[in-house]
């Protein structure tokens, strides 16, 4: 029931995802009103067989505090589709509604499984010359240490293997140089962890900002602070330059006639960068999975958010970072060996 | 001496200075080889006359540490620029020379004025939907406490007034929201400081990182590290974008047709975003006005640094960061009022 628009665009999504999966098996469990969602899904020919659906009236608005959703929210469409992960009915939780609540109730019902993590890290995906690079935390935890960001290492590497098809994603912790001595206490201390950690990663070093967009490394690791920052200001630019572009295109009558003899493969461009392709990212960090879409994706962009779901809980996903956790519980719990006695 | 070029950039940069200074008065004073820079003003005609040379033979390397530079610099046209802006000789030493060595000479040489900064602080002026935006600390301290951020609002400030030339330009500090709680406590805290400590600026509130793009504000306020990042990221994005673009544009005949009767509406869109419109950030901070070009710069960049030096000289941006930090001053020693005695 959650987004911009509700059953409006899930259930339409839900075809596609027949499609992309090409005869892999998928069943669809439909939190919200008994009512609507039956009628829509007379639309939707075949995929209808695969739905069941939980009726419920309660939903979680948009706006709503975390605090108040949290308090209300028992019993509305976002809790019972989490609460069905907790119970193991269902293999995922996918949601295009307020993203707070659902950090929330992700939270309170299946509780973190990375001890460090104050709450859910947010993972983008982000196009770049050589395919997609997972960026993590760009989302809500705006202090990391460095076990935190080793954590986000740990998770970055599981979901770029499920989601993005990698064997062994390249891991690069975000700073303002690639030398040794660079950055703060935190990076620094990160690097060494992963170096030293025994993970099962394939740790790269330190990268810069503009490493991103080069594809440099399959996953870039930062705290949420910075994270947060850099994936909007690229958004920004992204959107700056593609103003400038739409101008300098249609400026006069010789650009426009051009823009229009190219606008085949400037849309094959467009398709390239298009959000709705990368959409769903999910919460990390959490006993079970919970995908978070943007709030006004389309049906396409739904159509991935639940695809993502679906390959987190298709692979060994939750083993992989299982594994490495226990890595780095032993990396923080051990002593530093002592320093060697004098020569007398 | 310095940059990638040394002498072949900067001679031929002093014509188009005085060409854009338009009849004020200007003289320059260069440091180097004397033999080589009289053979270069040959070519300068009118312009010879408005420079002295400080005769060195010795320069600072590109390459050379900072610590090494600091040790063996003395004497050299870098470390002879800076000293006299120190004797009052020159307004202003403007080099395109090693980075690190400039930053330490110019500290050791001209003392901080800024007491909270360990380096001086570095702006990047970036082009944005309404004109550009004054971002810093897009360099060298990588941990910012809240009276570092104020200094940075401060002296940002000045910057955009005297190179850009608004009377009163606005202030956010970049946040991961803009909501009064959002963020770290540095940030929080400096937003404070910034309401209630009696400065003579107009402080916005948080922006986050899509505000930089956009133009919300004038000076966009923020710890090195996340300012370097978040400048390399647009970089990157940039640099990304554009590729997709040339590739879209050069895919197919009928693209290339396209392009041609585009190209010179295009041509006007990459003069907005052109490097060497806003090459020349100051180091900021320092007790003198020293400004950094970029290593790479061509004639019109180097022009633009020394612009962006002289327009720093002639302004009142001296004692704007003066009086400004004497508020700092006053609002980090004042102590809290008392807490009010509890109702018995």
Not at 31 to 49: T, Y
Not at 86 to 113: Q, W
Not at 257 to 282: E, K, Q, T, V
């Amino acid at each position: 029931m959650g987004g911009d628009h509700g059953p409006s665009v899930v259930l339409p999504s839900l075809g596609r995802v027949v499609q992309r999966l090409a005869g892999k098996p998928v069943r669809f469990m439909l939190h919200g009103d008994q009512a609507r969602l039956e009628a829509g899904l007379k639309h939707l020919g075949e995929v209808a067989g695969l739905c069941d659906i939980r009726h419920t009236t309660q939903v979680i608005a948009m706006d709503e505090k975390p605090a108040v959703a949290l308090r209300r929210g028992k019993g509305s469409s976002m809790w019972n589709a989490i609460q069905a992960v907790k119970d193991g009915e269902a293999a995922a939780a996918v949601s295009a509604g307020n993203t707070g609540g659902l950090m929330a109730m992700s939270k309170l019902l299946l509780r973190m499984a990375a001890p460090g993590l104050d709450r859910p890290a947010i993972v983008a995906s982000w196009p770049t010359v050589k395919g997609y690079t997972a960026v993590l935390d760009v989302g809500a935890n705006v202090q990391s240490d460095a076990a935190q960001l080793v954590e986000f290492a740990i998770m970055g590497d599981a979901f770029h293997q499920a989601v993005h098809g990698s064997t062994r994603p390249s891991i690069g912790l975000l700073n303002v140089g690639s030398e040794e001595m660079k950055g703060h206490e935190e990076v620094r201390e990160a690097q060494k962890l992963l170096r030293e950690g025994g993970f099962d990663l394939h740790y790269h070093g330190f990268v810069e900002g503009d490493d991103i967009a080069k594809g440099t490394v399959d996953v870039v690791v930062t705290d949420g602070f910075t994270g947060n920052i850099a994936l909007k200001t690229a958004e920004g630019t992204a959107r700056f330059i593609s103003m400038l572009m739409k101008d300098a295109l249609t400026a006069n009558l010789l650009a426009k006639a051009g823009a229009l003899l190219a606008m085949g493969s400037l849309r094959a461009m467009r398709n390239r960068i298009d959000p709705s392709a990368i959409n769903g990212g999910p919460l990390l960090g959490l006993n079970g999975i919970v995908v978070k879409s943007h709030g006004g994706a389309d049906a396409k962009g739904f159509a991935n958010a639940i695809k993502v779901a679906y390959d987190l809980a298709a692979s060994d996903y939750a083993e992989r970072i299982a594994r490495n956790m226990a890595h780095l519980d032993k990396a923080i719990h051990t002593p530093a060996p002592a320093a060697p006695a004098e020569a007398v």
